[in-house]
């Protein structure tokens, strides 16, 4: 009997420790003056692995051929405190002006920002930022 009570003890131990790591966040977007109608949010939380899954979800965010000047799409960008910036794919935005994406990533600290871009595949951005928030993951 102390045998079974020792490894639920243990099992339910091992379960708080993974569920505790695998906290979510929710943060905000911040939208600049070039879309000042615009919100969104960054809900992040942790894998078993320590990589962070990211969800990113807009609302009322313009068409980007509709910004002046005018961008064939908005593009993703995670960048950590002294690197580069990195395109992490397209936010597409349907006809409700709403968005949403998702990805997995191993950066732990970083800068999560969209741009309004002529190409997606742009290794650089170029275009104007539209929303910005820092993900914290520690």
Not at 96 to 111: A, C, H, I, V
Request: proline letters at 5%.
């Amino acid at each position: 009997m102390n045998r079974k009570l020792f490894m639920i003890t243990a099992l339910l131990a091992f379960a708080f420790l993974v569920a505790g790591s695998l906290q979510a966040k929710t943060l905000a977007l911040t939208a600049t003056k070039i879309v000042p109608a615009a919100t969104g949010q960054v809900d992040t939380s942790t894998d078993k692995n320590n990589n962070i899954d990211v969800t990113i979800k807009t609302e009322h965010l313009a068409e980007p051929g509709m910004l002046t000047p005018p961008a064939a799409t908005y593009v993703i960008w995670f960048q950590q405190q002294e690197g580069e910036p990195q395109n992490q794919g397209q936010l597409k935005i349907g006809k409700s002006l709403k968005g949403e994406f998702k990805t997995t990533t191993r950066l732990q600290n970083f800068d999560v920002f969209i741009t309004a871009e002529s190409d997606p595949l742009t290794k650089t951005p170029t275009g104007q930022t539209v929303l910005r928030t820092k993900v914290d993951a520690d």
